[in-house]
């Protein structure tokens, strides 16, 4: 019985503890409720979210190499054509073939001698011909020139005609001058006064016409001597052109042998033995000179301001070895069409690289300090490129910028936020204008831990 008794009191005991501790529980629980409804999270639900962390670095200045893109096909810098000296002849020899390398004065082929001494031939006929007719032109100034002398010192008889007219003109004159002084003391009737009036006028126009004759046939004398004189420099000239023309034959034709006026590689033959030399009115041979080749790359014009005279450039060959280039010459206009100049590259000597071949390389300028960002920082959107940057109440406003040349992960601003500035690399898309962040550096290396950032100061 005693038993039964403690069994109860130890039930009862426990019922009461296990329901103390549901009360402490649920008061806990009660407390723990508030402090939710009172604590910071409610007031970001009920303000807004709370800052989140994002990353930020600075916008730097960096020495940017400006590297540039270049792909063109190689060509000559100057390519020698070869054409025949004496059109008509037959080749009867090839003494040079293409991918041959050649020294200025090396014999490249062989025209038939029969036709090239038949031209020589020929050309020395017109010189002879040239020489004859100069020598009648002489024979015409001569002639001319006797003439001439002849009438200016004239017979006797015409010194005598014109001396007769001449004294029976000033008799016939001075008679009617007397006849005029007496007119009024009436010694003469008035048909006398005029009938010596009209024999001096008779007489005036007989001296007259014989002084016209002798003026006229000087006139004619001296016209034929200088028409005589042209004829004879007509002719020296078709002398003088007739000889170059024989001189200039005989310097090109050689005896029929075609040399290369330069030294250099032969790129191309387009005759073969047995045809007519200049038949087709293409060069016999091409070569290129002194081996001097160039890329003619095609560069948009945005591009083109950052060339300059002598920049650097490597290009890969077929054969993937490495090529050197400088820039030769800058764009001299810009194709309407595509927007894009020549800029020529020359290039180093490699066995590799032939005319023709199209090659793909790297142009490099002198380095050049500029703003950089992160490529990560860049947001793009329907205005173009902006950045996040991050002011000293640690909110963010967006920037937009324009970009320049790329360089590993960093790119160019030309405009945009000035360097110092911190620019946010990472959760860019999530943010709002105006909206606050909790900033963390960027990593400047592997390993280091990353630190809050500080904004910077305006």
Do not use: H, W
Not at 26 to 42: C, I, L, Q
Not at 286 to 306: F, G, K, M, T
């Amino acid at each position: 019985m005693t038993r039964k008794i403690q069994a109860v009191s130890l039930a009862l005991i426990l019922a009461t503890t296990l329901g103390l501790s549901a009360c402490g529980n649920s008061s806990d629980a009660k407390k723990a409720e508030d402090a939710k409804k009172t604590g910071p999270d409610a007031k970001a639900k009920d303000g807004g979210r709370m800052p989140q962390a994002v990353s930020v670095a600075p916008v730097e200045v960096k020495n940017f190499t400006g590297r540039l893109v270049v792909a063109g096909q190689v060509q000559a810098v100057q390519e020698a054509r070869v054409f025949p000296t004496s059109s008509g002849a037959r080749v009867i020899q090839i003494m040079a073939d293409a991918g041959d390398r050649v020294v200025a004065g090396q014999a490249l082929a062989r025209l038939d001698g029969r036709q090239v001494n038949a031209d020589s031939e020929l050309l020395a006929a017109q010189v002879r011909r040239a020489r004859t007719s100069l020598a009648e032109a002489e024979v015409g100034l001569n002639a001319a020139r006797q003439n001439l002398t002849r009438a200016e010192t004239g017979p006797r008889e015409s010194a005598l005609d014109t001396a007769s007219a001449q004294i029976a003109f000033d008799q016939a004159e001075a008679e009617y001058q007397r006849a005029l002084s007496i007119k009024g003391e009436g010694a003469l009737s008035v048909e006398q006064l005029e009938g010596r009036r009209a024999a001096a006028r008779a007489a005036e126009a007989r001296l007259r016409a014989q002084k016209g004759d002798i003026n006229a046939l000087l006139d004619g004398r001296r016209q034929a001597v200088a028409q005589a004189a042209a004829r004879v420099g007509a002719a020296r000239a078709d002398l003088d052109v007739a000889i170059a023309q024989q001189s200039q034959s005989n310097s090109r034709q050689n005896n029929g042998v075609i040399s290369a006026p330069v030294g250099g590689q032969v790129i191309s033959r387009s005759v073969n033995v047995g045809e007519i030399a200049g038949s087709t009115g293409q060069p016999m041979f091409v070569i290129v000179a002194n081996d001097a080749l160039e890329v003619a790359a095609e560069v948009p014009e945005s591009e083109i301001s950052r060339l300059s005279l002598g920049m650097a450039a490597e290009f890969t060959a077929p054969d993937g070895s490495m090529v050197t280039g400088s820039l030769r010459r800058l764009p001299a206009q810009i194709d309407p069409q595509r927007r894009t100049g020549l800029a020529r590259f020359t290039l180093a000597p490699n066995p590799a690289v032939k005319s023709g071949v199209f090659l793909t390389g790297n142009a490099s300028s002198q380095p050049r300090g500029v703003a950089a960002v992160p490529a990560a920082a860049l947001v793009y959107g329907r205005e173009g490129a902006s950045v996040f940057v991050l002011r000293n109440d640690n909110s963010v406003t967006k920037v937009k910028v324009t970009l320049g040349a790329r360089e590993g992960s960093s790119v160019e601003l030309v405009s945009g936020p000035p360097a110092g500035s911190m620019v946010v690399t990472a959760g860019s898309a999530f943010l709002a204008e105006g909206e606050k962040i909790n900033p963390i550096k960027t990593v400047p290396k592997a390993g280091a831990p990353a630190q809050p950032a500080t904004p910077p100061k305006k």
